[in-house]
């Protein structure tokens, strides 16, 4: 047999998600970002699911004020962001600590991230408590044009990520299975 057997609690790492996101939160006066790695598209509209739970600092935010900015971090950032995701909020300000700028949102008090390639302001629609995840739909979405660096990263759940290369197009492929306006 050509496979060797792999513990079922590293599965995971099999099936990670898309791109390592930074999830940002307001919430009275004060902004707030945290990493995430666990996420998922659920469909076009978008709607996203996002998992954290009461452990974490930006937890607190997502419920009390039912919004948050999902911000798409390139390459260039990784080591900044794999940082915001080792400290709280609850101590410390990060876009002050990481020197990252806080941009208004059109639609939600949450901030956009001016250094990101890419930001979507959601809305929380649900929170399922068992297994710690927020249902967001994507009210707006934003990005930087002009940003050079555009290789996103993701997490292999083992402290290793991979980098984004180049694109391929099987569009011909698919022409009849596209959502509308892509």
Known sequence: MPFSELPIEKAFML???GPVLLVTTRSGERNNIMTVTWHMVVDFTPT????????NYSYRALMSE??????????????KTVAIGDCSGSEVDKFQ???????PATGVKAPLIAECLACLECRVTDYLERP???ILEGTRAWIDPDR???RTFHANGDG??????GTISLRNLMKDKLPPGV
């Open 132 to 134: 710690g995840i927020f």
């Open 15 to 17: 099936v990670e998600p």
């Open 97 to 103: 600590k990481f020197g990252l700028t806080p941009l």
């Open 48 to 55: 996203i699911a996002l998992t954290t739970g009461p452990w």
């Open 148 to 150: 050079k660096e555009r």
């Open 160 to 165: 290793t990520f991979s980098v984004d290369g």
């Open 66 to 79: 039912k919004e948050c900015v999902l911000a798409v971090p390139t390459v260039d950032l990784a080591e």
